[in-house]
């Protein structure tokens, strides 16, 4: 039988946001590999992806009582875990390949500064961050992200390449 998925505990987000959990789902291993198929168009792309996949958990915060953040700008955080590194490697470059997909002729860059890969657009930021075998997607305005990164690495000093900071 299948092994059931690992427990993945809800990311904490600065009290100063006021941001409550509204909804949370998992897409599952079956749930990945459609995903990536469909948004890339390579179905061996999708098996990869989904290979490996040991849990994940995907949240969505809105603006809760005394926040400052309007109406439809909240979180979606994805967190995902896989058995081994190289699988989450796999994911994460899949992951990358359907953003791309999705923004055609934009491109992710490294973070440098925070690790990881982000995709900065006017109405959105769109960052995975890898911290061993577990991959985080994270899609918040871009003054969300500010906020989230308040407390990361300290400048000057660049993360190894393929390393990303956990999520707090």
Do not use: H
Request: net charge neutral; proline share 8%; charged share 25%.
């Amino acid at each position: 039988p299948p092994a059931p998925p690992v427990e993945i505990l809800e990311p904490s987000l600065p009290a100063s946001l006021a941001l409550s959990p509204v909804d949370r789902d998992s897409l599952g291993e079956q749930g990945i590999i459609a995903l990536v198929s469909l948004l890339t168009g390579k179905d061996n792309l999708g098996l990869i992806a989904g290979d490996g996949w040991a849990g994940d958990l995907l949240w969505r915060f809105e603006p809760g009582p005394g926040s400052t953040t309007k109406a439809g700008d909240g979180a979606t955080i994805w967190v995902t875990q896989w058995t081994t590194d190289k699988d989450a490697d796999d994911f994460s470059y899949a992951l990358n390949r359907c953003v791309m997909a999705r923004f055609p002729g934009e491109s992710m860059e490294d973070d440098r500064q925070r690790g990881g890969q982000v995709l900065r657009r006017a109405d959105r930021v769109y960052r995975i961050e890898r911290t061993g075998a577990q991959v985080v997607l994270r899609v918040v305005p871009p003054a969300i992200d500010a906020k989230l990164g308040s407390d990361t690495k300290k400048k000057g000093s660049a993360p190894p390449q393929g390393s990303a900071k956990k999520l707090t």
